[in-house]
């Protein structure tokens, strides 16, 4: 496949003229940080992010979504709320728990343009930094 086969792929955020197309149309990044178990922040690993993310792949290649990259992440710092992810070139967050969770995300925000609010995280969600005070 050549960059001209892909759909077009829609401006990133901040974009200024000259900036190249976006490579990918979504590319989701999942975090799959594991922390031992005793770790006060957790961890997406822990809270079934590998699973999910091999899910959302599974999905996106029998859904025929083009143009979309489904990657690992390292933690992205927002463990207390995982699993988390983000989309790009939208930057919106989600919390999955389940499958049915990944294929609503898949539905309405990969193939729709939509958003999945009751899954969404937002600034201000996070807890305080472990050690410090709101
Ligand atoms: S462990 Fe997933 S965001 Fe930190």
Redesign the pocket.
């Given at each position: 496949m050549t960059p001209d086969d892909r759909a077009p792929a829609p401006k990133a955020i901040n974009a200024v003229e000259g900036d190249p197309p976006q490579f990918y149309n979504r590319h989701v990044f999942v975090?799959?940080?594991?922390?031992p178990p005793a770790h006060p922040?957790?961890?997406?690993?822990a809270?079934g992010?590998a699973e999910l993310r091999d899910y959302m792949k599974k999905r996106a290649k029998e859904l025929d979504l083009k143009n979309v990259r489904i990657n690992n992440?390292?933690?992205?710092?927002?463990?207390?709320?995982?699993?988390?992810l983000v989309i790009y070139p939208e930057g919106v967050w989600y919390s999955p728990k389940t499958r049915d969770d990944i294929d609503e995300i898949l539905a309405t925000h990969m193939v729709g343009g939509g958003r999945v609010k009751r899954l969404m995280l937002k600034p201000g969600d996070d807890p305080p930094p472990v050690g410090k005070k709101a």
């Open positions: 975090c799959t940080n594991e922390r922040r957790g961890c997406c690993a809270k992010s992440a390292g933690c992205m710092e927002r463990c207390e709320l995982g699993p988390s």
